[in-house]
């Protein structure tokens, strides 16, 4: 396990500050329940862990971490879970609903899904050999959510170098914080869809990679759009620096992976990576707790949620 201590980055919204002890008193057991709960969803299915990671990157980019990726649709509007980053692609919900489960029994009415979310990534990662921080906690869940906002907030698998720094730089995050927090993708697999144009049209790809993926994710559109392929050709299940190693020998997975090493401003930090493990995993810790503290606007209404996918 390696552990990654960092200062404490504290953030607020409508007068509530993130602490890492926010629930010590009110729920004492909360960080256990969570853990032991990711831990068995990733011994059974170690894609579980990438989802979940995921949950938390989709959630955050999207007005804040508010678990607003978590609400179905109702009849005043139209929420996340279908919007085109996410749908037939997001997954883990049914693990964080299980989780709540259980920390409702333990301590009702007390933890966001929200900060749930936050920890089941923190976990995710850990338990796939990566680091572990320090998550800080006293989220809030928001009462509605936005298709629109979520359409517009997510980079694409197809995004250049620029429009990558600019979404990130959006939300705070520096050109280092969004090359470490791309890291993420040496865990996890893709759906043919996202990366048929990558293999079939890009310039900068190593061809035996292309020919490797061309076997599972046919030219033609529609067909075998769902066909996974791990992003990750070496270790998919291992949270490693292969990443970046990948993109060195032309294997990014996505047109946006290998951005960040085609003769830009972040091939020099992909190269540090690739050498040094110790610094990817300080630098993604850093970059997770400040992805973590994107707070909703101040006017936001927000609530502890009993059920994840709907408002009390």
């Given at each position: 396990?390696?552990?990654?201590?960092?200062?404490?980055?504290?953030?607020?919204?409508?007068?509530?500050?993130?602490?890492?002890?926010?629930?010590?008193?009110?729920?004492?057991?909360?960080?256990?329940?969570?853990?032991?709960?990711?831990?068995?969803?990733?011994?059974?299915?170690?894609?579980?862990?990438?989802?979940?990671?995921?949950?938390?990157?989709?959630?955050?980019?999207?007005?804040?971490?508010?678990?607003?990726?978590?609400?179905?649709?109702?009849?005043?509007?139209?929420?996340?879970k279908n919007a085109g980053p996410n749908a037939n692609s997001v997954r883990g919900y049914d693990v964080i609903d299980a989780i709540k489960t259980q920390v409702e029994a333990a301590c009702v009415a007390t933890?966001?899904?929200?900060?749930?979310?936050?920890?089941?990534?923190?976990?995710?990662?850990?338990?796939?050999g990566g680091p572990t921080w320090t998550v800080q906690l006293g989220r809030r869940d928001a009462l509605n959510a936005s298709q629109g906002a979520a359409n517009s907030n997510l980079p694409g698998p197809g995004?250049?170098?620029?429009?990558?720094?600019?979404?990130?730089?959006?939300?705070?995050?520096?050109?280092?914080?969004?090359?470490?927090?791309?890291?993420?993708?040496?865990?996890?697999?893709?759906?043919?869809?996202?990366?048929?144009?990558?293999?079939?049209?890009?310039?900068?790809?190593?061809?035996?990679?292309?020919?490797?993926?061309?076997?599972?994710?046919?030219?033609?559109?529609?067909?075998?759009?769902?066909?996974?392929?791990?992003?990750?050709?070496?270790?998919?299940?291992?949270?490693?620096?292969?990443?970046?190693?990948?993109?060195?020998?032309?294997?990014?997975?996505?047109?946006?992976?290998?951005?960040?090493?085609?003769?830009?401003?972040?091939?020099?930090?992909?190269?540090?990576?690739?050498?040094?493990?110790?610094?990817?995993?300080?630098?993604?810790?850093?970059?997770?707790?400040?992805?973590?503290?994107?707070?909703?606007?101040?006017?936001?209404?927000?609530?502890?949620?009993?059920?994840?996918?709907?408002?009390?």
């Open positions: 396990m390696v552990a990654v201590a960092l200062a404490p980055l504290l953030a607020g919204v409508a007068g509530v500050q993130l602490s890492s002890r926010f629930y010590d008193r009110k729920c004492p057991k909360l960080q256990r329940i969570v853990r032991s709960a990711v831990a068995q969803a990733v011994a059974a299915e170690p894609r579980m862990g990438a989802s979940l990671l995921r949950l938390f990157f989709h959630d955050c980019f999207v007005n804040g971490c508010d678990a607003s990726i978590l609400l179905d649709d109702t009849a005043s509007f139209t929420g996340e933890v966001s899904c929200a900060d749930i979310v936050a920890l089941a990534a923190r976990d995710s990662v850990n338990l796939l995004s250049s170098l620029d429009t990558l720094i600019t979404m990130f730089g959006n939300k705070g995050l520096s050109p280092r914080d969004m090359t470490a927090l791309s890291g993420a993708h040496t865990i996890g697999q893709a759906r043919c869809a996202t990366f048929r144009d990558r293999i079939y049209s890009d310039a900068n790809v190593n061809a035996s990679f292309a020919a490797l993926r061309q076997q599972t994710c046919p030219q033609s559109a529609g067909d075998g759009d769902g066909a996974l392929a791990p992003i990750d050709v070496t270790t998919p299940d291992t949270f490693d620096t292969a990443y970046y190693e990948n993109l060195a020998s032309r294997q990014g997975l996505f047109h946006s992976d290998q951005e960040l090493y085609n003769g830009g401003s972040q091939d020099v930090l992909v190269r540090m990576y690739r050498r040094r493990a110790s610094m990817f995993f300080l630098d993604f810790a850093k970059a997770m707790v400040r992805m973590g503290n994107l707070m909703p606007s101040a006017d936001t209404a927000t609530e502890i949620r009993l059920d994840c996918k709907k408002i009390n």
